[in-house]
């Protein structure tokens, strides 16, 4: 894999890559843009109106950091994620712990997220649980690697529920991309037998060593939401993920020169988000 190819996966454009190196300034409400949900933009460079919020706890998932605000979304992810809850117990695989999903209107974050700017983006933690969530547990959740120094996956952390949570994930149709750590995706390529068509979907890149980011595609009608870049054809297994463990992309160089300036919001945003 190029490092071009690479850049443009998880993010759409390398403008994420910026977004998540550069603080900005921003003044986002801290309540929903009213009106009919509406997806806008790209993950990367968008916003959200509409938004609603997924409740702390329902059959089969518990919100994590309600404190971060970060739990809104276009109510076709929220389906989602209701929906694969009940399939996830349905699977005996336990609970879902809900991480970052977006904020109210959506727009880049503070810190933690290039993407996640349009309500269609969901953090998930490979941990499962089996009883009931503490508030502290809830508030201050354990976010425990499941990918140890070496890039082997911990056998503690990572095992069969966490296979078939992501095969899961990835053998939905609403899913766009689901993002893991390199090691992960490497050692999925190397066990998995059988029906291999939903790999394709994991794409690798740097952290999601404790959670996997999902993306579902853009909700029916929503106009104005830009999808992600085409999945390469194949299960994204081979040389393409070997690129993933080179000096070129552990250490990538520094680009010389002034950082350019992250692109314009969508028209649309500027009301909604304030700017």
Not at 48 to 62: D, I, T, V, Y
Not at 148 to 175: E, H, I
Request: glycine fraction near 10%; aromatic fraction near 6%.
């Amino acid at each position: 894999m190029s490092k071009k190819r690479a850049w443009t996966e998880c993010g759409a454009t390398a403008a994420l890559f910026l977004m998540l190196s550069t603080p900005l300034a921003l003044a986002v409400d801290e309540t929903p843009y009213p009106g009919p949900p509406r997806s806008i933009g790209a993950a990367a460079n968008g916003c959200l109106a509409g938004a609603q919020p997924l409740p702390l706890s329902g059959p089969g998932w518990e919100t994590l950091r309600p404190a971060r605000n970060r739990f809104w979304g276009n109510p076709a992810l929220l389906a989602f994620i209701e929906d694969m809850a009940g399939k996830t117990r349905a699977l005996g695989l336990g609970t879902l712990l809900i991480g970052d999903m977006a904020q109210p209107r959506g727009g880049h974050m503070t810190s933690g997220h290039g993407s996640h700017q349009t309500g269609v983006d969901v953090d998930i933690l490979y941990h499962l649980i089996d009883g009931p969530l503490s508030d502290e547990d809830r508030a201050n959740p354990a976010q425990d690697s499941a990918v140890r120094p070496d890039d082997s996956l911990d056998p503690a952390r990572w095992g069969d529920r966490q296979t078939a949570l992501v095969k899961a994930f990835a053998s939905d149709a609403r899913v766009e991309r689901i993002f893991v750590n390199p090691a992960i995706k490497r050692s999925l390529c190397a066990s998995v037998g059988g029906d291999r068509a939903w790999l394709r979907k994991l794409r690798p890149w740097w952290g999601h060593d404790e959670h996997f980011h999902i993306r579902i595609t853009c909700p029916a009608g929503d106009t104005e939401c830009i999808s992600g870049p085409a999945l390469p054809q194949g299960d994204g297994c081979g040389k393409a993920l070997d690129w993933w463990f080179t000096d070129e992309a552990k250490h990538p160089a520094a680009k010389p020169g002034p950082k350019p300036p992250p692109p314009d919001k969508p028209a649309a945003c500027r009301a909604i988000l304030g700017q």
